[in-house]
């Protein structure tokens, strides 16, 4: 179920695995024509990748917890291959970690609309915040 809020933002996107191929295992499959494709069945995710995976979504449903009640939309993240910076709200964050857990890879989504940078964080500011968090509290 999709539930948008006032502002428009969409708050739960449900995890929808991808349509079969319907070509899979046809060997006149008519995209091979056009090479440079990805396999679909990449190697299976290894125990430490599921345990780091699984430790990520933790830690984003912290972040998540501690940062959007400040107004907070989601992480940004400078992607390596385009130069360009990416950003994720939280719930297209946690659908896509839980699709690589769940089927070993990524599903392809729709970059933000004009986001406002402001309202993105980086993986470390997360961190550094939680753990700033943690450390107030154990010092009461």
Do not use: K
């Not at 290894?46 to 009640?69: F, S």
């Not at 907070?72 to 291959?81: E, F, H, K, P, S």
């Amino acid at each position: 179920m999709v539930r948008v809020d006032a502002a428009g933002t969409v708050r739960a996107v449900p995890h929808d695995p991808m349509p079969p191929d319907p070509f899979a295992g046809d060997p006149d499959d008519p995209s091979m024509a056009l090479g440079d494709h990805d396999a679909d069945d990449g190697p299976p995710l290894g125990d430490e990748e599921r345990a780091e995976l699984l430790a990520d979504l933790t830690d984003l449903a912290v972040y998540q917890a501690l940062l959007e009640p400040r107004g907070l939309r989601g992480i940004v993240v400078d992607c390596a291959d385009c130069g360009e910076s990416h950003y994720h709200d939280w719930e297209l964050l946690r659908s896509s970690l839980e699709q690589l857990l769940n089927d070993g890879r990524m599903r392809p989504h729709e970059p933000a609309y004009d986001p406002d940078p402001g309202l993105y964080v980086t993986w470390e500011y997360c961190r550094g915040y939680a753990d700033g968090v943690t450390e107030s509290e154990t010092l009461r």
